[in-house]
């Protein structure tokens, strides 16, 4: 067999990998393991499982070197594996149970179908509503995607961070998180420039809980509020905004009408930083190719390069000033200003 087949049929064999990894995480395998070496049948015990079936599932997880297994049956996990841990500052749980979870795995079985139709959006297929609908009406699925996204915050701001390293603050006093969540952004920000005061805007049943709040935790409450209501409306007036994974989620006309937003509320000279997965090069892979194909199926959004961001800003009368990324040019930043 040649690399090349090898390489596909590791493409075809992903899946596998995947859901056998969300078993994992989902039967709270790594977090049976969090404090040393056990044989599989008292984890089996622990967590209520087959003892026999555990110890398959445990063994396809050391193979994919998330743990370890030693003579006798006996596990534990490897550095790679404690990124699945509840309690790990940089923690993937989230993302593994939202993205390889019942929902979000019916989804791809509609994508043949949307391509061939021209209609995105496979949460409309499936549920009859879309994602967000969803979340309010299925409790399970809100928790999940919340958790996910706190797992996502940790690596994004300190992308963010790095993208913005050399930029210029010092004319910025008010800094307004759009879509902001439980504030991980913004209170990154807060943490590095401690002249700045922050708010976040977000839906209220997002904030509700304020033992979620970043701002609450970091000891940041003073300089940084929580402000809910409808981005497509209203937001708070700021000298700058930051919309991180925001506008992927819609349509151009949609992102149009939530820039426009911003921008009637935007002091003099504001600023807008749009931080998401961009398409850059079109012979480069990116991750950013991949998750534009999930946005077909999630929802109306999409990835964009940063000349179509750049685009949808001018339309929303914002002027394109630049684009910053991070060493890693996994996100990057497209900057607006208000004339």
Not at 185 to 203: A, N, S
Not at 269 to 294: N, Q, S, W
Request: proline share 3%; charged share 25%; glycine share 8%.
């Amino acid at each position: 067999m040649t690399a090349t087949q090898d390489k596909v049929l590791d493409l075809i064999f992903g899946r596998w990998r995947s859901q056998i990894l969300y078993a994992g995480v989902k039967l709270g395998v790594f977090d049976a393991l969090h404090e040393g070496t056990k044989d599989a049948a008292t984890i089996a015990q622990e967590l209520g499982l087959n003892a026999d079936l555990c110890y398959r599932l445990l063994r396809a997880l050391g193979a994919l070197d998330l743990l370890r297994e030693e003579d006798g049956r006996r596990f534990s996990i490897t550095e790679a594996g404690r990124y699945l841990l509840s309690d790990h500052p940089q923690t993937l749980r989230g993302v593994t149970l939202l993205e390889e979870g019942p929902e979000h795995y019916a989804l791809w079985k509609h994508l043949p179908d949307m391509i061939r139709d021209g209609v995105q959006n496979a949460f409309v297929r499936e549920f009859g509503r879309m994602a967000f609908e969803h979340a309010v009406v299925d409790s399970d699925y809100a928790r999940v995607f919340d958790e996910a996204m706190s797992s996502y915050s940790s690596s994004q701001t300190a992308w963010a961070l790095e993208a913005l390293q050399g930029y210029d603050f010092s004319n910025v006093v008010h800094l307004c998180d759009v879509g902001g969540g439980h504030g991980h952004l913004l209170c990154g920000f807060l943490t590095k420039y401690p002249d700045l005061r922050g708010t976040v805007k977000e839906r209220p049943e997002v904030i509700a809980d304020r033992s979620r709040l970043w701002a609450d935790k970091l000891g940041l409450s003073e300089r940084c509020q929580y402000v809910s209501g409808d981005m497509f409306k209203q937001v708070p007036a700021a000298d700058a905004y930051l919309m991180k994974l925001i506008l992927h989620d819609w349509n151009d006309e949609e992102c149009v009408q939530i820039l426009r937003t911003i921008h009637r509320s935007a002091a003099e000279g504001g600023r807008v930083f749009i931080i998401e997965h961009l398409i850059t090069e079109p012979a480069a892979p990116h991750f950013a190719k991949l998750f534009d194909i999930h946005m077909m199926c999630w929802g109306t959004g999409r990835e964009r390069t940063p000349a179509e961001y750049g685009a949808l800003l001018e339309r929303a009368g914002w002027t394109y000033r630049q684009t910053w990324y991070p060493p890693s040019r996994m996100m990057g930043i497209v900057e607006g200003a208000k004339a």
